[in-house]
């Protein structure tokens, strides 16, 4: 049954990983910016914004106020972030969260239960690094683009995101309570998108984790219901390079599909999570894509997706294979049985 529904979305052969992660960045996200030529890290511990954190996490965690101080082509830039690690010993499992919010902890998060279980969180707000629209002019794109302007394949703002979560990483590499070899990238809906970008253009990254992440994200562009291609251009231009919104509107006419997302993360772990109700990312095209994607982890003798020739409903989890597959009832959020199942898929493969 999968393999037919596969079939009637004519999708495009995978290719090499580096054919992939150029089309996709060439052609729907832009090229990331480079590494700056420079960082200092300027820590601050317990700076917590409201005041309160003596007794984080119940004593149990030290969070830290990281700002990232770069030099970039000639440019100064920076940006805040928060880690907060857990005060037990040994080597955690961290997060690499991109955010909605600034506040730590926030609702969405749950710093608590995150260090309960182990891991570390190391959290940025994505409008820190620049606006959530078209002005190119702040932040981060405007030390890379002059007056504004970019070209056809220059970053649009996804990949400017996706680029600071790899900084964020840059710096939890440099800390010993840190394990390097079960780091993970997560966000949810527009940040789960970049979630994958960010995993797919670095390798350093060992899991990743888009929650909701739909349109131009894992779901399959081909056959997909709710938010489309063209829909997605008119609305969030400023979310991709210049090029991809000029391309036709028939997702049946691009040289890639979201399947190539997915695949440019193997042989590295990735979990797709999806809701029931979340017609307008549409979790039968997230699911496809996974599968899909299978294909490329076969290929280097492991196995991508595990399940069953049916299509997975209502709370069904797939943590078997590489790539894992999770969806929950309810709507489009980012809620603890999301972060839950992302504990259980990196637990089950470490
Ligand atoms: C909009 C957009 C989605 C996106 C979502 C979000 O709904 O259409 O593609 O995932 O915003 O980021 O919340």
Known sequence: MIRE??????????????EMLDLLQTKEYGILP??????????EKNA???????????????VYRVTAEMTLGGKTFSFPFYAAIP????????????NFHDAVPDIWMPTEELIDNGFAVLSFCYTSVTSDNNDFTDGLAGVLYEDGKRGPADAGKI????????????????????????????????LGKT????????????????NDSGCSGAALSRGKNGETKDRI????????????????????????????LVASIAPRFVLVGSAEDDGWADPVSEFLSAAAASEAY????????????????????????????????????????????????????S
């Not at 529904?5 to 580096?18: D, F, I, Q, S, V």
């Not at 917590?48 to 030290?62: D, N, V």
């Not at 005060?87 to 991109?98: D, L, Q, T, Y």
């Open 5 to 18: 529904l596969l079939t009637e979305r004519k999708l495009p052969a995978l290719k090499c990983r580096e």
């Open 34 to 43: 480079p590494k700056p030529d420079k960082t200092e890290w300027k820590v």
């Open 48 to 62: 917590l914004p409201h005041g309160y954190c003596a007794e984080f996490c119940a004593g149990k965690g030290t």
């Open 87 to 98: 005060n037990s010993e040994g080597k955690h499992p961290f997060f690499v969260s991109i």
């Open 159 to 190: 990949a400017m995101w996706a680029w600071a979560a790899q900084r964020v990483l840059d710096y939890a590499l440099t800390l010993d309570a840190l394990d390097a070899d079960r780091c993970a990238v997560c966000g949810h809906s527009r």
């Open 195 to 210: 979630a994958l970008l960010a995993a797919a253009t670095d390798e350093r990254f060992a899991f990743c984790y888009s």
């Open 233 to 260: 251009c008119h609305v969030f231009p400023f979310w991709f390079c210049e090029d991809y919104c000029a391309a036709p509107a028939d997702p049946a006419e691009l040289p890639f599909d979201q399947h190539y």
């Open 298 to 349: 076969e290929a280097m003798g492991l196995t991508g997706l595990v399940c069953e020739d049916a299509l997975p409903t209502h709370d069904a989890f797939l943590p078997e294979g590489h790539i894992g597959y999770h969806i929950r009832p309810g709507s489009h959020y980012f809620g603890r049985t999301d972060w839950n199942r992302l504990i259980q898929f990196m637990n089950h493969h």
